[in-house]
Each structure stands twice: as structure tokens, then as C-alpha cells.
């Protein structure tokens, strides 16, 4: 199994649609630079696993255990994530554009700089994370938890977090141009100069909210407070 990145995507895959019920242990392995492009490694334990420059393009890793794995400045584009546990992952600089995060633990993972624009973030979990300069243009964050997450000058543009929990978070100098807070929990959370323009924004919980926008012109629809 150590040899994981000698086998073609095609006899990994086989391998593992007759083997289901083994349990595949990758630990702590080093697969930085490798082409694993279209592997399936869903269900397969990866705690600690280097992957950094790695080729993930359309790789499953449902259910996979990536906690405190080093995907930094991986290409992950289209990868399917789903309920993948990415705790105290690495994820700077990585591009996780058009992944499937749902369900996805992402507690405590740094994702400085890394691009997610158009991901699949429904239900997911990035609880303390750090989000610092991502593109999370047009990523869907429904009924996501972002709870006390570092989103500094983060590129949100038309992102879509609905009914999602952002409390204690800072998203300040963020760019939330036409993006939907819709029924959102933003309480102590802070937006000190971003750009909120025409975002739409309904029924939100903002108590001690720091709202200080951009200068251009925004639209807030009904807010609550």
C-alpha cells in the first residue's frame, strides 16, 4: 500500500471498489509532488500525510482522515471532500476551486491565501480556522459554522452564507459584494471596512456586530437587530 503513487488511477480504483471492507492506513506517508489526479481515496486514513504541490484534480476523499495533513499549494480543483476530516490541516495556497466540502471538518485548518471559489461548502465546520486572503467567490456556506474564523481581506463576492453561523469572526476589509447573509448568525462579528454592497442581507442575529463598510453604496434588506 506504501506505494500508493506507483499504481494508476485505474488499478488504485479497481483495487478499491473489490476491497471496501479493508481499512487503509496511510498515516504520516510523503506524497508531495505527486500526480494522484482522479484516485479514489475515500475512507482511507491520511492523519499527518504530506501532499503539498500534490496533483488531487478530481480526487474523492469522502470520509477520508486528513487531520494535520500538508496539502499546502495543492491542486485539489473539483475534489470531493465530502465529510472529510480536514481538522489542523495545512491548506495554504491550495486551489480547492469547485470542491465538494459538505459536511467537511475543517476546525482549526489554514487555508491562507487558498483559492475556493465555487466550492460546495453546505453543513461544513471551520470552527478557529484561518481564512486569511482566500477567494471564496461564489462558495456555498448554508447552514455552515464559522465560528471565531480569521477572514481578513477575504474575496466573498456573491458567496452564499445562508443560515450559516459566523459569530466571533473576523471579516474585516472582506469584499461581500452581492453576497447573501440571509437568516445568518453574525453576533460579535466583525466587518470593519468591508464591502457590502447590494449583499443581501435578512433576518440576522447581530448582536455586537462591528459594522463599519467600505464607502460604496450598499442595500440591506430587513435586517433584524
Same mark, same amino acid.
Given at each position: 500500500?506504501?506505494?500508493?503513487?506507483?499504481?494508476?488511477?485505474?488499478?488504485?480504483?479497481?483495487?478499491?471498489?473489490?476491497?471496501?471492507?479493508?481499512?487503509?492506513?496511510?498515516?504520516?506517508?510523503?506524497?508531495?509532488?505527486?500526480?494522484?489526479?482522479?484516485?479514489?481515496?475515500?475512507?482511507?486514513?491520511?492523519?499527518?500525510?504530506? %501532499?503539498?504541490?500534490?496533483?488531487?484534480?478530481?480526487?474523492? %476523499?469522502?470520509?477520508?482522515?486528513?487531520?494535520?495533513?500538508?496539502?499546502?499549494?495543492?491542486?485539489?480543483?473539483?475534489?470531493?471532500?465530502?465529510?472529510?476530516?480536514?481538522?489542523?490541516?495545512?491548506?495554504?495556497?491550495?486551489?480547492?476551486?469547485?470542491?465538494?466540502?459538505?459536511?467537511?471538518?475543517?476546525?482549526?485548518?489554514?487555508?491562507?491565501?487558498?483559492?475556493?471559489?465555487?466550492?460546495?461548502?453546505?453543513?461544513?465546520?471551520?470552527?478557529?480556522?484561518?481564512?486569511?486572503?482566500?477567494?471564496?467567490?461564489?462558495?456555498? %456556506?448554508?447552514?455552515?459554522?464559522?465560528?471565531?474564523?480569521?477572514?481578513?481581506?477575504?474575496?466573498?463576492?456573491?458567496?452564499?452564507?445562508?443560515?450559516?453561523?459566523?459569530?466571533?469572526?473576523? %471579516?474585516?476589509?472582506?469584499?461581500?459584494?452581492?453576497?447573501?447573509?440571509?437568516?445568518?448568525?453574525?453576533?460579535?462579528?466583525?466587518?470593519?471596512?468591508?464591502?457590502?454592497?447590494?449583499?443581501?442581507?435578512?433576518?440576522?442575529?447581530?448582536?455586537?456586530?462591528?459594522?463599519?463598510?467600505?464607502?460604496?453604496?450598499?442595500?440591506?434588506?430587513?435586517?433584524?437587530?
Amino acid at each position: 500500500m506504501k506505494g500508493i503513487d506507483k499504481h494508476s488511477s485505474w488499478d488504485w480504483n479497481y483495487w478499491r471498489s473489490q476491497h471496501l471492507d479493508v481499512a487503509v492506513s496511510l498515516s504520516g506517508i510523503d506524497l508531495s509532488n505527486k500526480a494522484l489526479s482522479g484516485f479514489n481515496l475515500s475512507h482511507v486514513n491520511f492523519a499527518g500525510a504530506n %501532499f503539498k504541490n500534490a496533483q488531487l484534480i478530481g480526487t474523492k %476523499f469522502k470520509f477520508a482522515n486528513l487531520t494535520s495533513a500538508d496539502l499546502s499549494s495543492a491542486n485539489l480543483a473539483g475534489a470531493d471532500l465530502t465529510f472529510a476530516d480536514l481538522r489542523d490541516a495545512n491548506l495554504s495556497s491550495a486551489n480547492l476551486s469547485r470542491t465538494t466540502l459538505r459536511f467537511a471538518r475543517l476546525h482549526g485548518a489554514d487555508l491562507e491565501s487558498a483559492n475556493l471559489e465555487s466550492t460546495d461548502a453546505i453543513q461544513s465546520e471551520w470552527n478557529d480556522a484561518n481564512l486569511n486572503h482566500t477567494n471564496i467567490r461564489w462558495t456555498k %456556506f448554508c447552514g455552515a459554522a464559522l465560528i471565531q474564523v480569521t477572514a481578513q481581506y477575504v474575496n466573498g463576492e456573491l458567496a452564499d452564507f445562508t443560515g450559516a453561523v459566523l459569530d466571533l469572526s473576523d %471579516f474585516s476589509h472582506a469584499n461581500f459584494t452581492a453576497t447573501k447573509l440571509i437568516a445568518s448568525s453574525v453576533q460579535g462579528t466583525n466587518f470593519d471596512e468591508s464591502s457590502l454592497s447590494v449583499a443581501q442581507i435578512e433576518n440576522l442575529q447581530l448582536d455586537q456586530t462591528m459594522i463599519v463598510p467600505a464607502s460604496e453604496t450598499q442595500r440591506v434588506n430587513n435586517p433584524i437587530t
